[in-house]
DNA sequence: CGGCATACTGTGTTTTTATACAGTGGTCGC
DNA sequence: GCGACCACTGTATAAAAACACAGTATGCCG
């Protein structure tokens, strides 16, 4: 089946619902708003719309509420974020160096420079650049020096690759949901596993990784 | 007290990031997720911004979750997409797949799309993006199916990372020079090096690998 | 000095939302 | 006439989010 599927009468109709909301207020409905729109009794009908719509890559659905983002606008206008998205051509993501304490982790002062670098490669996902100190996450292929790109969310599924903050630092890890426990485990050997104290200082998650980039001087 | 005030500094960024938010995502961030972006311990730090900043006349709060209407674009001095605006022509560097026996590296048939990257990244050297199929230089941080930006030049030097072409296969691995003999060597136990025989088929290098770009999908 | 505004922490409580599960009926292809 | 999708209804539940209240600290104005 190709990932481009045809959409039907009714998900079309929803995926325009969906734009012209965007495009009026700012933020996509909830099922229950498309299911009123619609005439539909139950919120369900909505969201397996909706999982059509995601199935067949129009929309990504994410996690937390309005977690409904539009890829490919078929439906009908096209909303600025999305015409902006597959421009394509010249976005650029900020480039950020050593994070320092308490700042926001795209505070002015962090930002190094601007990178052009086409979004489409991480299906456009990506807000920043993250560059990695340290080979803790060497087995997973990124070393010392590398840059990340990151999406930001404060959503990782079990297994994702995080950007987490703990106290000064930001780090990269991949994420271990187990039960209730949450834990950061390193890519190498060397380090050891980070078990986040749920009673102490809460996980930050500044996003999950969508990309690396490394630029190779001579021989590194 | 005019309905228009004047925002702080604090109030500002706040908006600012709302408005980043909104144009990367399409839908605004929630309490919690404001108060993580500055580093608040509470959600109700940012409850109380927006509230002065719809005291203020800056956005509209409405009922419902993600209920953040921006009024007034006050936030921020650049939009990402102004940004994006002047980073001018991105340079465009051809993505090449897998390559086929005997046509040049570079043929049409080959290139599966054009990438935008900003060229600096890899000091303005990188001439095409090839896809790596294996796990050959594993220990290097190349990974099956990164993509590895490649400078095209006959030449290199000892210890560099390299395209070549030995018969059908365009391979990366690093290259040794001993004496008058070249091996390319893998990074990765499980490879066998390679000798090059001065006196068959000779050494075709296609180019020196200037840099590695990979997006990550899921968990992988 | 007192009052007021800003800028937070910390701890609830109540809604809203997403999402799972169990069904019904229609249509299309074979 | 059976299996597959599509398009729904209806119920239930857990988590996310909004939002209220009680505090603390700091700076400014008069």
């Given at each position: 089946m190709p990932p481009t599927d045809e959409l039907t009468i009714r998900q079309r109709e929803i995926l325009a619902l969906i734009e012209r909301e965007v495009a009026a207020r700012g933020y996509p409905p909830t099922r229950a708003e498309i299911a009123s729109a619609f005439g539909f009794r139950s919120a369900n009908a909505a969201e397996e719309h909706l999982r059509a719509l995601a199935r067949k890559g129009a929309i990504a659905l994410e996690a937390g509420h309005r977690g409904i983002r539009v890829?490919?606008?078929?439906?009908?206008a096209r909303s600025a974020s999305a015409a902006r998205e597959d421009a394509g051509a010249a976005a650029t993501l900020p480039l950020v160096g050593r994070v320092a304490a308490?700042?926001?982790?795209?505070?002015?002062?962090?930002?190094?420079r601007q990178v052009a670098i086409d979004p489409s490669l991480f299906a456009g996902r990506a807000d920043y650049l993250l560059r990695v100190r340290g080979e803790s996450m060497r087995d997973a292929g990124i070393l010392d020096g590398d840059l990340v790109a990151v999406r930001r969310t404060p959503e990782a599924r079990d297994g994702e690759m995080v950007v987490a903050r703990i106290g000064d630092e930001a780090t990269v890890k991949r994420l271990q949901r187990r039960g209730g426990q949450v834990r950061l485990l390193p890519a190498n050997p060397d380090f050891q596993p980070i078990d986040v104290d749920p009673a102490g200082e809460p996980l930050a998650l500044e996003g999950v990784v969508v990309g690396v980039l490394r630029t190779t001087v001579g021989t590194r």
């Open positions: 890829l490919r606008g078929k439906g009908r308490g700042a926001p982790i795209l505070a002015e002062q962090h930002v190094e």
